[in-house]
């Protein structure tokens, strides 16, 4: 089964929150890359039915989005942290168990059972308005994987979580992947992504700018033009070596720093090693200054138009 999206297009009054999407996700990881605005939660909405295209059609597998059968397929687990406070973690899942139609005696094994996934058995006890914000985010993950839907939209569910919560998250997604379900994970940072994705999705101002294997999206990354700032010395001649590269667009120094715009900067960083050892140069500092996933976006983006 599939998560398909045909030609959608979803307006807010006059705002365009996604803007003629087309895609088809599949068994596996896929990553939702994107910037805070681009559209990602608006696309997740869309998803999970709680937001109807204004055209084209969101489809899980020959449902649409928003039918009750859809429903039954899709564990959802939203960025926003709203819980009922007064409430437990074991109670909070357990309730959303009753809710999907399970009768005392599966409710209560299947929160068990999720809860033990997402290492909260020691904690799930304490009261919803007490936990942690990795607490909160753990227990959003197992009420949508209670009822054990074959789709899972997780919206940014690593925020707040600590570097060896998000490791034991990242291999419960692998395990759950290994099982064939389908999972889309958005966030805005890109590591993250490459960590946990082997498909991606980059959004960018309600539209998709690039689609693929991780391979593919990277190659479109290190193809882009790029602004290196370098620190050697001596830098006027390392400047001068820099100009006689056809890769190298521009060389600006100012005192011991230069200024690189390369058109490749995978063949740059490539070469860089080399010559500076060929020629005797110190280098004391040699980084990009727009490798951030905004500069990959705004790189695509203008690609597109």
Same mark, same amino acid.
């Given at each position: ?89 074991? $109670? ?49 993950? /197992?009420? /949508? ?25 990242? $291999? ?62 001596? /830098? ?7 100009? $006689? ?25 490539? $070469? ?34």
């Amino acid at each position: 089964m599939l998560l398909s999206f045909e030609h959608v297009t979803k307006f807010y009054g006059a705002v365009i929150g996604v803007n003629d999407i087309s895609c088809r996700i599949g068994p596996g990881i896929t990553g939702l890359l994107g910037a805070n605005g681009a559209g990602k939660s608006t696309l997740m909405k869309l998803a999970s039915g709680q937001l109807r295209p204004t055209q084209g059609h969101v489809r899980i597998g020959e449902h649409d989005a928003w039918s009750t059968a859809a429903k039954h397929h899709l564990g959802y687990s939203p960025d926003l942290n709203s819980f009922y406070e007064e409430m437990t973690g074991r $109670e909070f899942v357990y309730t959303m168990a009753r809710l999907h139609g399970f009768s005392r005696v599966e409710a209560r094994q299947r929160t068990a059972d999720v809860i033990e996934e997402v290492g909260m058995t020691d904690r799930a006890g304490r009261r919803m308005a007490g936990c942690s914000h990795g607490m909160r985010q753990r227990i959003k993950l /197992a009420q /949508a994987l209670v009822h054990d839907p074959w789709l899972l939209l997780l919206d940014e569910p690593l925020s707040g979580i600590d570097p060896g919560g998000r490791r034991e998250i990242n $291999e419960l997604l692998f395990r759950l992947a290994a099982q064939g379900k389908t999972i889309l994970v958005s966030s805005h940072i890109l590591v993250e992504i490459e960590q946990l994705s082997n498909s991606i999705l980059m959004m960018s101002r309600g539209r998709i700018i690039a689609s693929g294997t991780l391979a593919e999206v990277r190659n479109l990354m290190q193809m882009r033009p790029m602004v290196v700032e370098i620190v050697a010395e001596p /830098a006027r001649r390392l400047a001068a070596l820099l100009a $006689e590269n056809p890769i190298v667009q521009s060389v600006e120094v100012r005192d011991h720093a230069l200024t690189v715009r390369t058109r490749n900067p995978q063949q740059f960083f490539g $070469e860089i090693g080399e010559l500076v050892c060929q020629h005797g140069i110190e280098v004391r500092r040699l980084q990009p200054l727009d490798a951030g996933a905004e500069a990959v976006f705004d790189y695509l983006q203008k690609g597109r138009s």
